[in-house]
């Protein structure tokens, strides 16, 4: 990535802002954020209980990796919000979107094996008799699906009709796709030629039990269900929800399903910092950008199951957010430090929350603090800008070209009022 002088002076201003920070928690037990910076963890839990309370997030739980190991957890608030029921270490959380990673992961350990290839057509595999109306679904690949490039919308109900369509050429674009996901699972389902119960037991035995995950699942089961903390809206009311568990028709929801909590969640993201159980080639493909899906303000791609921002001082981080209703996460790991956090709420409002703690996590400042210093350092940049203007000048006057210019200078020296 390419870096102006402007960058660097900002880049030099934040660091200074982050050292002088940590610098004033020298006394508190320190863990590491994500670009490596120190964060008093004292400070990182008072942040945690001022956002639930702000943003009326019943409970949460969260967990931090330091070179690989997890250094810092907290289950925190309640799981019932009703009957003050708290969240503890067995708290279980819906992952939402974190299902996707996840499942990309999964997909991997098969093209691994040579069970599946990432540009193959997918219909050759399964064919989809969703959508065979459409010739141009038979163009959709695995790379595709996991890359959000597949053409499909994010889920057919969301069309109005209930009818799964094809939004563009597959391949060109990029559209956020549920839909992608479950398709490429009824492949895998195919290709093991075994239900969706039997699909989560080949991810226990592919992911879940060679890196000791206990109760990460696609679905439910009785100690899920049994620990599940109770889903509750953007303030803080409880949600009431059906009853999502079929003993005889659950779906393995490879876009949306996943149930975990901090501590067995983070087992996962250890793996992938450690690169476990998949090949050097795979782990390639996983990381490597496939879509470009920035906001302009920032160079955001998205890989095979993640997201990757390209932050200037940390351009080595995964993450990903998910929301269900009544629950929201996120995390993020650095694979060349193998830091990360991962969180998990039972909140609607917990989405804002760990982009809260995104930022916290990368600057050790509170939203308010990185406002500060956003308005510090572009004062500090405007002064910079205004010296290379005023040294430009005199540099040219002193070459032979006053008399081309304005005097300029002499503003500085004999003030005038206009």
Known sequence: MHRDCPTNFVLAGYLFAVLALSASCARDERIE??????????????????????????GLSMAVINDGKVVHHRAMGFANAEQKLPVTDKTIFEGASLSKSVFAFFVMTYVDQGKLDLDKPLYEYYPYSDIAYDERYKKITARMVLSHRSGFPNWRTDEGDDVL?????????????????????????????????????????????????EHTVFIQTPYTI???????????????????????????????????????????????????????????????????????????????????????FAEDIYLHAGHNSGFTCWFALDVEKDNGFVIFTNSDSGEQLGEDLLYFMMTGLTTPQLLGVGIALAVIFLFGVGFLIWFAIRKWRRRGVRGRLPDYGSLFKHPKVF
Do not use: C
């Open 226 to 312: 049994s620990y599940k903390a109770e889903p509750h809206d953007g303030n803080g009311k409880r949600i009431e929800k059906e009853d999502e568990y079929d003993s005889a028709n659950a779906e393995f929801g490879a876009a949306y399903s996943i149930h975990t909590e901090s501590l067995d969640f983070s087992k996962w993201m250890i793996a992938v910092m450690n690169k476990e159980l998949l090949s050097e080639a795979s782990y390639a493909e996983l990381f490597k950008p496939h879509s470009d899906v920035s906001s302009g303000v920032l160079d955001v791609d998205y890989s095979l199951g993640f997201l990757v921002p390209r932050f200037p």
């Open 33 to 58: 954020g994500i670009p490596g910076n120190k964060i008093s963890a004292a400070r990182l839990d008072s942040f945690l209980e001022s956002k639930m309370k702000e943003l009326s997030v019943p």
């Open 165 to 213: 369509k094809i939004k563009f050429e597959p391949g060109t674009g990029y559209l956020y796709s549920g839909e992608g996901y479950q398709y490429l699972a009824m492949v895998l389902r195919e290709i093991e030629g075994t239900d969706w119960k039997g699909l989560q037991a080949i991810f226990q035995e592919r992911v879940g039990h060679p890196i000791a995950l």
